[in-house]
Each structure stands twice: as C-alpha cells, then as structure tokens.
DNA sequence: AATGAATGAGGGTTCATTCAT
DNA sequence: TATGAATGAACCCTCATTCAT
C-alpha cells in the first residue's frame, strides 16, 4: 500500500526502538518476543513502533543491515590508510570481532536470531553478507599480487574460511560464559590463518 | 504427568515422523512448521506425534541428537584405524560435509533451523557439540605428538576454527544455488587449513 | 489452503454456532460482534468456530445460504400444489414474513446485518436472491397467461416492487416496538399489490 | 469535554469532508474505511475531521441528514404547487430517484452502508425516515379525500409500501451493472402502484 | 497404540481518537 | 484553526496440545 515507514520524524524513537529491539531479541529469541515487550522497553506504544517499521521482521532486518552497512564502512575506511595485506586481515578481525564483543545483545542477535529462517538467511546471503565477503576476499588478492600469499589458493574459499573463523568465535563466545574478551581470539586466528597448522618446513 | 515418549513401541513411526520433521522444517522453517504438518507427511495423526516427542521443541531436539550420535559414532569408527593426523582431519571433514550434502533437508535443519535461540544453541553446545569439538582437538593433539603438527599451537582454538570452516561450507553451500557438490570443498578446505595463506618459506 | 471446513463432524455444533450467530450479529450488529462472543454463546471454544467455518464473514454468508434455500424450496413446495397466481403470491409473502417474524433475530440479520457492505450484497444478490426474484417474477407471467394479471406489466419490474413491499415491511416491522405481528401485513399488502391505489372504476 | 464539533468556521471543509467520505464509503464500505481516507480524499488532516465531527460514526449521519433535510425541504417545495395527488406521488418518486441516480456514491450510502446496524437505523428510522415516510402519507390522506384513492386503504402501510418500491429500486439499480437509468423507473412503479397487479375490472 | 475434534491462550497489527505544537 | 505523530485498546485467527473414544 503505502511507502515504507522508516524514520518518518524522530531518529530518536527510531533508535531506541531498534536498541530496545536488539536487547529483546538476545534476551527472550525473534519468535518468543512480543512487538509489546520491545515497545516497552523502548519506551513507546506498541502502535508507534509500525510508524518506524513495517512489521516485525522490518524491525530484525533494520539491525541487521544498519550494523552491517555501519561495519561495511568503518572496514572500508579504516582499510583505506593501510597497504599490508596481513595487517588488513587483522584489521577486518579485529573490527568484527570488537563490535560484536562490545555488545553482546548485538552479537546474540547476529549469531544467533538472524540465522532463524532460510528466508531471512537467503536475502541476507545475497546482499550484505556477499559485500563482507568480497571485501576479504580483495584482501586476499591483493595479498597475492604483492606475494604475501600463496597463489594457487582460491580467494573465494579462503574468504569464506576465514570468515566463518570469525563467525564461530562470535558464536563460541556467546555461549561459551564469556570468561574471556572476544578480541582476545582476533590475534591467534589471524595467525593460524596465515601460517596453517603444519610447522613451518623451513623449521625442518 | 505421563512418562517421557518413547520409541519403543513402532521404531518406524519414530523414524518416519523425525523424516518427516526435517523435510518439513527444512521446507517451512521449525518456527512455521505446524506440528499438523509434520503428522500429515508422516501418515499418523496429529495426536500420535506426541505418544513419540514430548513436544514441538523435542522433535527438532531428537534430529540433531540422532545425527550428532550417528556422526560421532561413524567418526570414532573411521578414525579407530586411522594413524595420519591430516588423513583424520580430513576424514572428519568429509564425513562431516558428506553428511549433510547427501541431505539437504538435514543440511538446511543443521545450518538453520537448530540456531533458533540461545535456549537450543546452549543446550546443544554444552553437550554433543562439545564432544564433536573434543574429538577434532584430540586429533590436532596428536599431530602435535607426532610433530606433524606445531606445537605452539592452540589446539582449543584451532578445533573451533576448523569447525567453523566445515560449518561455513556448509552454510554457503545451502544458501548458493547449490551448484557445486558440498565435499568437493572439503580437499581445499583441509588444505588451506593446514598450510595456511602464506606461501611456504621453503618455497621461497 | 485447505477445503472448505463445512460440517466436519458435528452438525449440532454447526448449528449451535449458527444460531448462535445469528443472535449475537442481531444484538450488536455483525461489525462489532466477536468471534469469541459467538463461540461462547454457542458453548464452544473459540477456535472451535473455525473448525466449523472458514472465518467470520463465512458465519454470516453461511446464515444467509442456510435460510434462502429452505426458504425457496419451501416455497417451491407449497407453491406446486397450487394453481391461482394471487394465492400463490400470497402463499410466498406469508412464507416470508411468517419467517422472519418468527425469528426476529433472523429478521434483523436479513433486514440489516446482511445489508453491510456491497461486497456481500453483490454477492447475494447475483445467486439466491435472484433465484429468489425468478420464482416471483414466474407467478407472475404465469398470471398473466391465465388472465388474472394485466398483460402489459413489466414483471420483472413488478416481481422487485412485491419483493420490495415485503423487505420495507420487515425492516419496519423490526425498527418498529413490534407492537403488531409481521404476517398480519400479508393480506393488505397482497390486496394493495393486486388492485392498486386506485377505486375500482367498476364502482363508480 | 469540548463543545460540538460546529460547521460554523469554515464551510468548505465540512463540506469537502463530507464529499470525501460520501466517496470512500460507497466505494470501501463504512467498516472498511479509515478515518484517514476520508481526511486524504478531503485534503485536510486527519485530526481536521474531528474538528468538524465528534467521530466516524457522525460523519456517516451527517450524511444521511444533510441528505433527508435537502430532500424533504426540496420535496415539500415542489408539492406546495401542486394538487394531482397521483402527479404528487410521481414527483415524489421522481426526487428521490433522480437524486440518488445522479450520485452512485450517494446512492451507495444511503442503499448500503447505512443500513450498518440498528443502532443507525433505530436513530433515523424514529426521526428523519417517519418524517419522509409521513410526507408520502399525506398525500394518500388527500388523495382519498379527493376521491382519488380507494378509502378503505390504510394509507400508513400504503405509504410504507410505496418507500419499498422505490428503496427497492434503488438497490436494485446499485447492485445491477447499472445499464439502465433510474429514474426511467418511477413511471412504472408510480403506475403499478396505483393500478395493482390486476385488469381493470371495467375492461372486463 | 492411534485418532482427530476440541480447546483456548496468545500476539501481530490496525486505526479511531487525542493533543502538543 | 490545522496538523499529524503518537497512542493503546481491540480482535481475528492460529496452532500446540489434550483427551475421549
């Protein structure tokens, strides 16, 4: 019918709901949370919350590509001032884990709710997530063209690897008890990425 | 009230209602699956679902149970005559992705449906996936007694790392158009995860 | 989705819910009657209704499908074994009438409720009603050859002004206190119908 | 808590809102339409219309009133020069089918949608309706009195007899695909009415 | 054991109305 | 007077679960 809400006058209620949101959604699951619980939270009525969103898949879906399109440009930004392709990796590594490790309600929701549905993965899968891809694997190549990294890998698998590294540290954190600080892993898997688990053969 | 359900009495009942649960969930999604549905596919009646499960919750707990037994059994099987620490990962790794690229229904259920909430993820993590987790790092351990593999490395880590890298796979493979046969990634995966990015330094 | 609900078991219920509806879409008018006010005048549960009927609006066609057909095969009925036009007209508005007036909150269905919106209207109006109108409109013609009935009159138009009269005398007879009985109207109006406003110029 | 919404300040708008929801109800249904709708259709802000109304159930009654004041006053006009009770009867029928022939919308409101509940038939039925219905009266008292019309008629349900004819017109015409003109029926009504069904017994 | 009719709690969403500006 | 963002009560329908047969 009519166009989509969005922020039609208060960036203000329109944060704080998708805040008020994100701590439902980690607390109590997408499907277990009621629009009213995050109305409430986020200190509106519940009809308010349909003047800023669609409908409550609007509201998930808003946290996901705000977060993403946020994390897409501090990444690219932050890339911009560097040139070593190692660095660059540590870089997106850190970035990812950080944000995530800040927030735990954030994280909670990106590992765990938004992976609900394959219909909220798919369109996810071929947008967003497929520009984070393609920037490590940039990383990637160009690591190739200055001979950091081995030629023969297939960029495309290696970013998904190293993505999916990162992914499940995130994952592994949350339900893990948190004894520990997320970026703390950001280091060792860098690591282990590049050099891979065999000894150096040069140590032979 | 009354004792759990069992599947004692007609074993292919059981079975046909946990097939017919991970085709439906597959196709539907766990949280808009009806239980009706599930019965229908099954041939019983909506009431007959619950002298098997306790409940919704209990059918998708009882698929990932099943699988993560069989998984662990035929991976302990297969790697009892095994010495090769890489052979072993790389055992791991097909099983793992052969596994689900034979069943896509089972894939999406692993991928997608079980990461509902926290409620399930914990529940899971804490206990068979724990133990899968295990069984990898006792590989890496003794590859780093055979030397095959550097010592200095987090084995904990490491284990988690390439999960997450199978887990990756298996994901991406669901959400392409499935193009490609999801074990033929399990060769560069390996691969990669042993050499790592960089190019050997013998090489050099 | 799924075929038309209908009686899937029980009639009783199925007429419970009925009659039922139609008191409750008497009182308070279709709009603003719930669900859950029939269900519970009916003594079933709210879901229970739905087993029964597809959705509200289906209750309120199905009060009306239900009554045109018994009203037109009784009418039917009766109206075989008769041979004067006149005492079969009526024959049809004491059949109406006496209905109606027995059933007052049939009577504010049909006068009121029925009439909500050209979406039901059109509706009726295209299938039973028109049914309806026919089977007056052939008393008529068949009058007219038996030379009781002026020749050059419109039937059809004539078939809609009885129809007419007999719907203003209901829905008059409802907003009235009831103080009279609907089929004591039957005789003037049929006398009216028959020989006009005008003194019979015989009498001059 | 506040006085009467007034028409007095500016006429226009009152009058736009009235135009507007005249428009939106016949084509949406009185239920089915939103206050907002009306205020788009008007060009004024939702809020206006409450300065004009005390709510969407007066909107639909000031309709009907404004319509019935206009229609008796013009009436009342034209039969002021007039004697022919039957020409009386004729320009009756003529006004009010002319009226609603020329305005569908209007038509739909008041064939429709007003007849919602008993709640607003109650209300007009007493007043506005009796009023109308008693003007017709009127003019079968004279006409007998003329000798015009038949003396042993009852002049109170003739008149009732005569509105159904013409109500039944109207829908008639709403509900059909409208290929004919309206008023192309008073003729025949006004003719049927005061002739009756059957052959002058004079002829004979 | 198996059935499936019946249950009824639950929630996303709409929209008439208000009121601060 | 006019606005339109905000409100929150209201409700249809779904569906997991039960239980009489």
Known sequence: MSARPSTRRSP???NAILRAATK?????????SKVADVAREANVADGTVY????NKD???ISIFNRTMEDAIATG???LAVMSDPIAKLRQVAYLHLERLGRDRNLAVVFQVELRQSTKFMEQFSTTKLAEYLDMIRKILEEGQRAGVFRTKLD????AKVFFGALDE?????????RTYRLVSTVDPVVEL???GLCPDRAEA
């Open 76 to 78: 690219r930004h932050a």
């Open 193 to 195: 990425f590049c050099t």
């Open 51 to 54: 003047l800023y969103f669609k």
């Open 155 to 158: 960029t495309k698998m290696a």
């Open 58 to 60: 609007d509201i998930l």
């Open 24 to 32: 439902i959604f980690a607390r109590k699951g997408f499907f277990n």
């Open 12 to 14: 203000d209620k329109y």
């Open 169 to 177: 540290m995130a994952t592994n954190w949350i339900l893990s008890r």
